[in-house]
């Protein structure tokens, strides 16, 4: 045999075998296509679940072949935006470029259904409470109607539990009234009851009255088609009587006028917190400003660790023109950690990403965040056709950027406050004149017992809002711990004359006064808050004390 | 127009491709035809299990509501063998989505308008020729990717066009949106 006629024979086999095993291996629905289906689809796309229509016998996969090639090969579906980095997250939702390959080729050679009998058991189709049945079901008070067209929608409901005792929450699952509107939710707890109104109300962004002194570190996010996060012992969070619950909730118009009215389902926990994240914030919307057109406009913020940390969770946000979302962290040995990459952000698709095991990383570890934007007209998401400029801001108009770290500080301590003075000194450096950072620095000075730090940042957060009566409280109380008396009567008296019902500053007025000598005035002051608080503990033991020793 | 033709079914070949002149059935059996005596046929291919397409509803009617007075007929095709006529008619009560439903079960009014997703549009003109297949607007870039507010709206020109004789500017645009061969 001569070698030109052996190649060919050669070639010739080599085409024949690989018809054959094209014939025998091409992908089935039952041995290749129902696996990826049934662990990325299905637990949307069920009957009356989120997903537009269900995914689950072959009949169903089969009218959408195409459909699905194209939106997993476009990574569209499933929605999962991070890229793949070596600190993964619980519940990846993304394709390796192999099952991708795999519909493609499923598609291409004609659909094959295969043996059905191989097929893997169908996942289990939520019905009903994901994590069983609640302790507490608290129901919207009424429906938010959700117009026909338009833009996308963001409605803030607020719930009452109505609780009557503390409880510990390990848990909470939305479940909506009408699940295929309703893209993911974000929970706010509200416990000073700041928001006061029952009925609702618009806005992509919530702003709740929180203490500074107590501030809670948990994300509480909900998307559908997944188990809701159960914390474990130790982390559960507190729920007061008077606390709210304030759902904000992303809606997409369906084509017809839709209805949402949904239902929070809490887990109590019967353990108190023994550990306590806090929400590390990194931004940078001061450089916001973008101007139209611009295709690549970045902004940028780091933050350095005060403790040895661990990750728990991340949650980048911004609005419509972000692009390029990313944040790693550079540790004190210069070793870098990426933390998230997101190379096509989708304000659609956002969400918390949890690690699956936490990212643990020393003090003076930096952590940095780097966002792009995009507000050029080829950016499809540019809510401004033609562009026009963007500036930073809560609505949803504006631009954000934004990244929440869950933390826990390793040693198992409650550092709330650490993480709270680091950010607010940092906050500082970028905007020396914010009034929440130069207030946080102040109360956190006062709680450490090093009044004359607060004094500084107070006298600036009184500057700055002259009419807020919690400041010149604030204020007046580093002022009494530094000696300085008659300035510290004077705020308080201004921050009475600003909220006269302000039980915190006459009763610091009261222990001022007793202080300057004028007992009389303190006693008066302290009749004053029994009269509009009757059962006031500290005014009472306060006057008992006094008027014992006048006697 | 209207004739009751319950029980009978037309096939259609792919022959007619250069003739339209035949009818289709409604879901509930009567008989169209969709090329008739009006100087504008606008078809809209839908699948009653995309959500691109439900939410083009409002906008299809606002064109149907701007064209009432002219003499523009509106239907919307369903090619799909397997469709069930509850829920077309569920889809078009639920969404309020204007026009006559026709249904495709051989897709031949697909070939004849060159659609190939759902939703699309063709227009043909009173002579049954094609004037104009493919999307309604320029809202959907991409699958997930859906423009705020659109700036070219393709449907209402080229209907526009067609009425007055004159050449449709872009005859042919991309529409996005649920496959149509994925339905049998």
Not at chain 1, 218 to 242: A, C, N, Q, Y
Not at chain 1, 413 to 425: H, L, P, T
Not at chain 2, 97 to 118: E, F, I, N, W
């Amino acid at each position: 045999m001569n070698p030109a006629r052996t190649t060919a024979l050669l070639a010739t086999g080599f085409l024949v075998l690989r018809t054959l095993s094209a014939q025998s291996a091409g992908p089935t629905f039952a041995r290749e296509i129902a696996p990826i289906v049934y662990a990325k689809c299905t637990p949307c796309h069920y009957s009356g679940g989120p997903g537009p229509f269900p995914l689950i016998s072959y009949q169903d996969v089969r009218s959408h072949a195409r459909q699905i090639a194209a939106v997993t090969k476009s990574r569209y579906m499933p929605p999962w935006l991070p890229a793949e980095q070596p600190n993964h997250f619980a519940g990846e939702l993304r394709l390796t470029d192999e099952q991708i390959k795999t519909i493609a080729d499923w598609v291409e050679n004609g659909s094959a259904v295969g043996i059905l009998a191989e097929a893997p058991k169908l996942p289990e189709i939520p019905d009903g409470w994901r994590l069983g049945q609640p302790d507490l079901i608290v129901k919207a008070p009424q429906p938010f109607r959700v117009p026909a067209d338009g833009p996308d929608v963001f409605w803030n409901f607020v719930l009452t539990p109505g609780l009557t005792e503390r409880h510990f929450v390990r848990a909470i699952d939305i479940r909506p009234s009408n699940p295929k509107i309703v893209h993911h939710a974000n929970i706010v707890l509200d416990r000073m009851g700041s928001i006061e109104t029952d009925a609702g109300f618009s806005g992509m962004e919530v702003t709740v009255l929180g203490s500074i002194l107590d501030l809670d570190g948990h994300f509480l996010f909900w998307k559908p088609g997944t188990i809701p996060w159960s914390e474990p012992d130790g982390l559960s969070w507190r729920l007061d009587p008077g606390a709210k619950l304030v759902l904000n909730v992303h809606l997409q118009p369906s084509g017809k006028v839709e209805f949402e009215q949904p239902s929070v389902g809490v887990y109590f926990s019967d353990k108190p917190p023994t550990r306590f994240p806090y929400l590390l914030q990194l931004e940078h919307d001061g450089m916001l400003d973008i101007p139209a057109g611009n295709p690549d406009f970045v902004v940028n913020d780091s933050l350095q660790l005060p403790v040895d940390t661990e990750i728990v969770a991340i949650y980048p946000h911004a609005h419509y023109l972000g692009t390029l979302l990313e944040a790693w962290a550079t540790r004190p040995d210069g070793v870098g950690v990426q933390l998230i990459r997101i190379p096509a952000w989708d304000q659609n698709w956002q969400a918390v990403y949890r690690y699956r095991d936490p990212i643990r990383l020393p003090a003076g570890t930096v952590v940095h965040m780097q966002f792009h934007y995009d507000n050029s007209s080829g950016n499809p998401h540019n809510p401004n056709r033609p562009p026009k400029r963007v500036e930073g801001g809560n609505q949803s108009t504006d631009e954000m950027g934004h990244l929440w770290l869950e933390v826990l500080p390793e040693d198992g301590k409650d550092n709330r406050r650490v993480y709270a003075e680091a950010w607010a000194r940092h906050q500082i450096e970028k905007y020396p004149d914010s009034y929440y950072a130069n207030v946080t620095l102040g109360a956190l000075a006062i709680t450490r017992i090093h009044p004359e730090d607060a004094v500084g940042p107070l006298r600036k957060a009184v500057q700055l809002k002259p009419n807020d009566p919690f400041a010149r409280n604030l204020y007046g109380v580093a002022l009494d711990a530094t000696g300085q008396v008659t300035e510290a009567l004077a705020q308080y008296r201004l921050a009475l004359e600003e909220k006269p019902d302000y039980a915190n500053a006459r009763f610091n007025l009261a222990r001022a006064l007793v202080r300057s000598g004028n007992t009389a005035a303190a006693i008066e002051n302290l009749h004053a808050i029994l009269a509009a608080h009757p059962s006031d503990p500290a005014a009472k033991s306060y006057l008992d004390q006094l008027t014992h020793a006048t006697n | 127009m209207r004739t009751c033709l319950c029980a009978v079914f037309l096939l259609v070949s792919s022959a007619i491709a250069s003739s339209p002149p035949v009818t289709f059935l409604d879901p509930q059996g009567i008989q169209y035809d969709p090329f008739g005596t009006r100087q504008a046929h606008v078809l809209v291919f839908v699948r009653t299990d995309c959500p691109i397409t439900n939410r083009y509803a409002p906008e299809l009617g606002r064109i149907k509501t701007e064209f009432k007075e002219r003499p523009v007929d509106f239907w919307l095709v369903y090619s799909d063998r397997s469709q069930q006529a509850a829920e077309v008619l569920r889809q078009i009560d639920d969404f309020h989505l204007p026009g006559t439903a026709l249904l495709d079960p051989t897709q031949a009014l697909a070939h004849l308008a060159r659609a190939t997703v759902s939703p699309q549009a063709a227009v043909f003109d009173e002579r049954g020729r094609l004037t104009y297949s493919g999307r309604i607007d320029d809202r959907v870039a991409e699958l997930g990717k859906v423009r705020a507010t659109a700036s070219t709206h393709d449907l209402e020109k080229a209907i526009a066009d067609t009425l007055a004789h004159r050449p449709v500017a872009h005859p042919q645009t991309r529409a996005i949106g649920c496959f149509l061969a994925d339905v049998q």
